[in-house]
């Protein structure tokens, strides 16, 4: 065999590229592999999302809760026993269209006796509620007791 010979079949075996076994295992790794960082982001992204209405959650309820305090401070409640009122809110602000995340706040307000005493004590116990989208319910609950002083 001369040089000549040998250079071309050197360059026939290097420019044959790959065989079809080798391409089914290059593709197979990167499906699997695609897999992988699409299920790593999805996971991602819910979490995110149930983040983001548990901390609009607590703050409607923190809201809510200033709302009645500021209430029973102005003495701005019905006297008498126990006090329920409730409000629907949405949680999910991203989106323009009709709210999927609906919250229900809830607030419980009872005149607690003090005795003989002059001042007037109020617990007032608010709560929120919403549904995941997988039906699971959740909620948030705050007490607070507010003493009110006449003068």
Not at 12 to 23: H, Y
Not at 24 to 43: D, E, K, L, M
């Amino acid at each position: 065999m001369n040089l000549k010979n040998l250079k071309k079949e050197f360059i026939n075996r290097s420019l044959k590229g790959f065989t079809l076994v080798e391409l089914i295992v290059g593709i197979t790794i990167s499906a699997i592999a695609c897999g992988a960082i699409y299920s790593g982001v999805s996971y991602i992204q819910s979490t995110s999302h149930k983040i983001k209405i548990r901390e609009r959650a607590y703050e409607e309820l923190k809201g809510y809760t200033e709302l009645w305090k500021g209430k029973i401070a102005a003495n701005d409640v019905s006297v008498g026993g126990i006090l329920s009122y409730s409000q629907t809110v949405c949680l999910d602000l991203e989106n323009e269209s009709p709210c999927i995340s609906n919250a229900t706040l809830y607030a419980d307000i009872n005149l607690i006796d003090t005795g003989i005493s002059h001042a007037k004590r109020h617990g007032l116990k608010t709560r929120i509620e919403w549904e995941t989208p997988f039906g699971a319910e959740r909620n948030i609950e705050f007490y607070v007791e507010q003493l009110i002083i006449k003068e």
